[in-house]
């Protein structure tokens, strides 16, 4: 007998694909299979974002070109889940203009799919968004993940900070760890199946355990995660600034398996916009962050996200902004043009920017990033960097991809006689740079191997 089938589209952050893969594995467990088109699905969920204006558009445009196939297939459930509907504004209008939404639930309890399920295929219409998770921490969902050799683990939720421009704090609540022994427990579960390489997930990592009664913080936390016998690599995503210690800096260059690539979001340059954004940093003190990063961990790849065009932003604090930039040197950059967000402090500022204005400024701005991510992919060309193989490229089955502890996506063709796996670590030589790729050879020791 054929299997039903799901389908989940998912937009935003790595939080929300985690969420999604918890989704699969709920729908797995009762005995779907995934689909590779909404055409074929019996249960369509759209995991949505809300961090930017323009994911809300595209989510309702969706909706719109799934109407069709509800209406061929009224037996279809079409569920809405994710950040978007923690907001009263957004699931009313998914309630009254939206009817053929069968499903809505929240981010605090996606693990009440298989009930909230049963209700829909009763007959009922269910919207059930919760403010706070009231039940804890749900441990030991199903979770299906994509890739065999790595893993998103997720160690804490929400966020305290109330950035003023952030829909963050207010969709996802506040924060809340998980318990080292039940993160620790998942990593070596998913260590026995082969995980070699690991990403922590929060929106601010760096101050995990501050609501914990153990006697534990983030470093702590990663030193433990070292000691997993078969993870190799250990990365972590987000950092906030105001929160990174010296005893993390200290962690990063001292365990071995944690990667030597930091994504430490600026945002803006210019102290005077920091302020307003809430975001409690200087530009000298996210600058004095990086000189101890670079002394302690010389070849320390760095990354950030910056927004163009917060309310105010003048000529002058841009052009800090770009000069922070390129006293960084970094090696890529997320860039954003800022999107008012109902419901933040921000979205009543005075004094927004023109679009034509912040349109501009992210083409200056980009034009530095890519430069300086070019510069810092040229540097490596001819050493030999030690990458772990993901798999075949998106663009060609010939053509196979891994990445370096640094976090750069580095091509490469297997000698004919040569297989690998997923996960196996492999030594390439670089023989070219471009802004956002690089392409390896395999050395002679592997090639022999
Ligand atoms: S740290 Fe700031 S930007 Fe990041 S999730 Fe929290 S409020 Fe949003």
């Not at 009664?213 to 995503?237: C, H, Q, W, Y």
Request: proline residues 5%.
């Amino acid at each position: 007998m054929h299997r039903k089938l799901y389908y989940i589209q998912t937009f935003g952050c790595q939080m929300n694909d985690h969420d999604s893969q918890v989704l699969a594995g709920m729908l797995e467990e009762l005995g779907y299979a995934q689909a590779n088109a909404p055409e074929e699905a019996s249960i369509i969920l759209l995991n949505t974002c809300c961090v930017r204006g323009n994911a809300e558009n595209r989510l309702y445009g969706h909706l719109g070109n799934l109407k069709p196939l509800k209406e061929a297939n009224p037996g279809l459930i079409l569920g809405v889940c994710g950040c978007m509907v923690q907001q009263a504004s957004e699931r009313e209008k998914l309630e009254n203009e939206y009817p053929y939404v069968d499903l809505v639930i929240g981010t605090h309890n996606i693990h009440r799919l298989p009930v909230l399920l049963s209700m829909v295929m009763q007959g009922q219409r269910v919207f059930e968004v919760w403010d706070e998770n009231k039940e804890g921490i749900p441990e030991d969902l199903p979770i299906l993940r994509p890739e065999s050799h790595h893993a998103l683990v997720t160690i804490m939720y929400g966020c305290n900070n109330f950035c003023s421009y952030c829909i963050v704090p207010h969709v996802r609540g506040r924060e809340r760890s998980r318990k080292p022994e039940d993160i620790l427990r998942e990593i070596r579960n998913l260590a026995d199946a082969g995980v070699s390489e690991i990403t922590l997930l929060g929106q601010n990592v760096n101050s995990y355990g501050k609501d914990l009664e153990a006697d534990i913080d983030f470093s702590r936390l990663l030193a433990m995660v070292n000691e997993v016998p078969g993870i190799k690599r250990i990365r972590f995503t987000t950092s906030h600034p105001k929160d990174l210690s010296p005893s993390l800096i200290q962690a990063m260059k001292n365990l071995e398996k944690v990667c030597e690539h930091l994504h430490l979001p600026v945002q803006s340059g210019s102290t005077r916009i920091l302020q307003k954004m809430n975001r409690k940093y200087t530009r000298e003190d996210y600058l004095n962050l990086v000189r101890s990063l670079r002394e302690a961990i010389p070849d320390i790849a760095l990354t950030t996200d910056i927004i163009v065009g917060f309310p105010g932003e003048t000529e002058e604090d841009f052009l800090d902004t770009v000069s922070l930039v390129r006293e960084v040197g970094y090696d890529g950059a997320f860039t954003f043009i800022y999107s008012p967000r109902i419901g933040t402090a921000a979205a009543s500022y005075p004094d927004h920017v023109p679009e034509e204005e912040k349109k501009d400024r992210l083409y200056r701005l980009n034009e530095v990033v890519n430069a300086f991510a070019y510069e810092a992919n040229k540097q490596l060309l001819g050493s030999i960097q030690e990458i772990l193989v993901e798999g075949p490229s998106e663009k060609s089955a010939a053509i196979y991809q891994g990445r370096t502890g640094s976090n750069k996506l580095v091509h490469f063709e297997l000698p004919a006689t040569m297989t690998v796996k997923p996960g196996q670590e492999l030594s390439l030589r670089i023989v070219e740079a471009k802004t956002w790729t690089l392409t390896g050879e395999v050395v002679e020791k592997d090639f022999k191997s």
